[in-house]
């Protein structure tokens, strides 16, 4: 089997992107307990069903992406403890931040994403992931939060068909023993028009449920009848791409709880004008990044909220540009 999806298959690594970091990092396999050991070259290597497969380098797999190392590193040089936080992740993903900030101990992350399907499958059965799909960071407020908050840990079901139903008060010799006799008194009887209108509704039930049209209920799903979703977060990070932050801090800061922290991720080429970045999407003039960080800095001080710390990212990013993260706390 390739090597790359031996790995994902074994566990090893959550994708093949992944795993193919992984390899370039230090992979060997051997058939069985003191056998000569043999390196993974390629991605394509065979490694045999049953083979002990060891990581030499381990810390790629950690995470479900390679975001989570960057956060790890920007949490650690800021000494920033999210234990216990409710956190929201913005441009979600596949999660790697959201993994990272799971195993510091969050309470809960809620993680936004325009995007669907994405999510590590991991993480979109974690009880303390609220995983927001279809949601434009740019354009959210704290109500449209909860509310795609509230339909992401929602089911809607259809009333279920109570076949014991009756008219009211169909015949009043029903409650009185079967007994018709010449004192028997009708006036309670249902009449015969509405037995009528009694079976048509249920016949329009019956063609709603099949044409699928029956009127639904919104419920949350079992595990999340007491989850807090107050759009009132103790720490505002992500990774976007795309688009710069300037068009989403204005809806983020919003968000933060009194005390809260901002750490996000700054991806310089969504920063900068097109004529300024090179060929492949690289910002080749490092002189630039002080406009970044500058423009960043003036987004938040307009904002209300003055940067505290702005620190490299402890890996490039994936195309080989420098990453920065830009840390503030709300007063």
């Known amino acids: 089997m390739r090597a790359d999806v031996y790995l994902v298959e074994a566990g090893l690594a959550a994708t093949r992107s992944q795993a193919q970091r992984l390899i370039a990092a230090g992979v060997r396999w ?37 975001g989570g190392l960057k956060l790890d590193g920007a949490l650690r040089s800021l000494g920033l403890q999210v234990a216990g936080m409710r956190c929201l992740d ?23 994403d325009v995007g669907h399907g994405q999510l590590h499958e991991r993480l979109r059965h974690d009880p303390r992931v609220i995983g927001v799909e279809g949601l434009n960071a740019r354009g959210m407020t704290a109500e449209s ?19 014991d139903t009756q008219p009211v008060a169909p015949y009043a010799w029903m409650r ?39 009127p639904r209920q919104q419920r949350r799903r079992a595990g999340f009848e007491d989850v807090d979703l107050t759009p009132s977060f103790d720490l505002v990070t992500g990774d976007l791409s795309f688009i710069s932050q300037t068009l989403v801090l204005p809806a983020l800061v919003p968000l933060l709880a009194p005390q809260g922290h901002l750490l996000m991720l700054v991806k ?6 097109p004529g300024q970045v090179g060929k492949g999407g690289i910002v080749r003039d490092a002189s630039l990044y002080a406009d970044v960080e500058q423009r960043i800095r003036g987004c938040l001080q307009a904002l209300g909220l003055p940067v505290r710390q702005w620190l490299d990212s402890p890996i490039e990013g994936g195309d080989g540009n420098r990453e920065f993260f830009v840390y503030a706390q709300k007063a």
Request: proline share 2%; glycine share 8%.
């Open 268 to 273: 310089p080429q969504f920063e900068l004008q």
């Open 145 to 163: 939060l909860r509310e795609a908050a509230e339909q992401a840990v929602s089911e809607f079901v259809e009333d279920e068909e109570d076949n």
């Open 90 to 112: 913005v441009g979600q993903s596949t999660g790697g931040f959201t993994d990272c900030l799971l195993q510091a101990g969050a309470a809960q992350v809620v993680g936004v």
């Open 30 to 66: 051997r058939a069985f307990a003191h056998a000569p050991w043999v390196g993974v070259a390629k991605n394509g290597d065979d490694i045999p069903k049953g083979a002990e497969v060891e990581l030499l380098d381990a810390d790629e797999a950690k995470y479900i992406s390679r």
């Open 176 to 214: 009185n023993g079967g007994v018709v006799d010449e004192d028997y008194d009708d006036t309670e009887d249902a009449k015969e028009h509405e037995i009528e209108d009694f079976k048509s509704e249920r016949a329009a039930k019956a063609r709603a449920r099949a044409d699928g049209t029956a």
